[in-house]
Each structure stands twice: as structure tokens, then as C-alpha cells.
């Protein structure tokens, strides 16, 4: 699968965002996909994640109750909605997907991610 994001941009602390996920390629089979962030100086995290049915989800504590996770697989886009956004979330947003045989489970490590977009950057000023 490949990956585009795209939506980051320059807002200012409780704005908000929505990034879109583009997949294209084997989108045939089944694919969880997740959306992981990066700030200078940090670790890879995975913020959101969603299964490939799209009934299940997975946040992370800092981003529960603000951001959304959803998907289209008929028109192929992964979406994440950024509600009452904070400094702290500053980052680069990537996307990220693996294939799965099984079309609820979800993941939420970046090490169960085989195939990356390239980031988009958010930042968020105080």
C-alpha cells in the first residue's frame, strides 16, 4: 500500500485540523492503518489507529477525546479530525498501513507498520 497525507499546516492552540490519509496500490486486500506522529528531538508514536472494518479504534492518552480516526475504503482516504489543538501536538503526522487477515484488528505499534507515507507538518502556536 502507499501512502499520502496531507492537511498539515499552521494553527494556533485549541483550532482545528483534519489531515487525509491516500492509499492506492493493493487496496484490494484488507489494511489497518494508523496515524503516528513525530516532534523534533522525539520518538516515533502512534496517535490514532483504526482496523481495516473501521469498528475498532486506538488512541493514545494525549490525544483521547480530541482526535478522530476514519476511514472510506470506498474511496480509499484514512482521515484524522484534530480537535482543540495544543502546542504538544506539534509534529509530523504520517500515515501508516500493514496488511491483516483480520478486518478488526487494530494496531498500535509503529513496528506492525510495513509501509509509510511521507509526513505532513502541524504546528500549533501558542
Known amino acids: 500500500v502507499q501512502l499520502q497525507a496531507s492537511g498539515g499546516g499552521l494553527v494556533q492552540a485549541g483550532d482545528s485540523l483534519r489531515l487525509s490519509c491516500a492509499t492506492s496500490?493493493?487496496?484490494?486486500?484488507?489494511?489497518?492503518v494508523a496515524w503516528s506522529r513525530q516532534a523534533p528531538g522525539k520518538g516515533r508514536e502512534i496517535v490514532a489507529s483504526?482496523?481495516?472494518?473501521?469498528?475498532?479504534?486506538h488512541y493514545a492518552d494525549s490525544v483521547k477525546g480530541r482526535f478522530t480516526i476514519s476511514r472510506d475504503n470506498a474511496k480509499n482516504t484514512v482521515s484524522l479530525q484534530m480537535n482543540s489543538l495544543k502546542p504538544e501536538d506539534t509534529a509530523v503526522y504520517y500515515c501508516?498501513?500493514?496488511?491483516?487477515?483480520?478486518?478488526?484488528?487494530?494496531?498500535?505499534?509503529?513496528?506492525?507498520?510495513?509501509?509509510w507515507g511521507q509526513g505532513t507538518l502541524v504546528t500549533v502556536s501558542s
Open positions: 496500490g493493493r487496496t484490494t486486500y484488507m489494511y489497518g
Open positions: 501508516a498501513a500493514r496488511y491483516t487477515w483480520h478486518p478488526d484488528s487494530v494496531y498500535s505499534n509503529p513496528a506492525d507498520f510495513a509501509s
Open positions: 483504526i482496523s481495516w472494518s473501521g469498528d475498532n479504534t
